[in-house]
């Protein structure tokens, strides 16, 4: 079987372009970011299913086992005949075997991704993303048994910090609200309706409104 369809090999695959999309995330290259991101899961969702079982990332088309039997070392394809699973149906297969859950934010990001390569998508949609990109590669890592920061590498503390940031921005978003009086402008700080505490499960140091 070609090395190109190994789990190491996809795994590569995923970490290059992990650091790739934080490369476009931190020179606010969020279309660039969206790209890279869904790849990044694409791959790491081939690795595991791969690591599982070869035969798993194969593509069956047209009711044919001959990837099946590729994969599976019995049979020799050309190379312009070797097809693998997209992002989609791999994430649909990691679902039904439990590694993945349903994941809203995480769908998003492959249609964006998949937009990406045709038309820029939303910055701010896009730039909000790497909270489901972190989530699953977390996910699939641990079900590898990799070692987060052997994947992310210097970007490591980078993603852990921008996850606590856009978490905490959701609480402070989700506090605000019931008690914001209509026209009000002040940001939450200046509210004198509001005490502060740390969000839960922050390692940012960053604060949210709570109810006094």
């Not at 970490?15 to 660039?32: I, P």
């Not at 934010?105 to 990109?133: F, V, Y």
């Not at 002040?186 to 709570?210: L, M």
Request: hydrophobic fraction near 40%.
């Amino acid at each position: 079987m070609d090395d190109s369809l190994s789990y190491e090999s996809f795994y590569q695959g995923a970490k290059k372009a992990a650091h790739k999309a934080m490369d476009d995330q931190g020179r606010a290259e969020y279309d660039e970011f969206a790209l890279y991101a869904g790849v990044a899961v694409e791959e790491l969702a081939k690795a595991t299913l791969a690591a599982k079982n070869p035969v798993y990332v194969a593509d069956i088309r047209n009711g044919s086992a001959d990837m099946v039997l590729h994969l599976g070392g019995h049979i020799q394809l050309d190379e312009e005949k070797v097809r693998t699973v997209g992002a989609t149906e791999a994430i649909k297969r990691l679902r039904k075997i439990g590694v993945l859950k349903d994941d809203t934010d995480l769908d998003l990001l492959i249609e964006m991704r998949n937009g990406a390569a045709h038309a820029a998508p939303d910055s701010t949609l896009a730039k909000g993303m790497i909270s489901p990109l972190a989530r699953t590669i977390e996910t699939l890592l641990s079900d590898l048994s990799r070692p987060l920061d052997d994947f992310w590498g210097r970007w490591t503390k980078a993603v852990k910090d921008a996850v606590d940031e856009q978490r905490d921005a959701v609480f402070q978003d989700v506090c605000c609200k019931p008690c914001r009086p209509p026209g009000c402008r002040a940001s939450c700080a200046a509210c004198p309706n509001r005490s502060w505490g740390r969000a839960p499960g922050s390692k940012a140091g960053r604060s949210w409104c709570q109810p006094p």
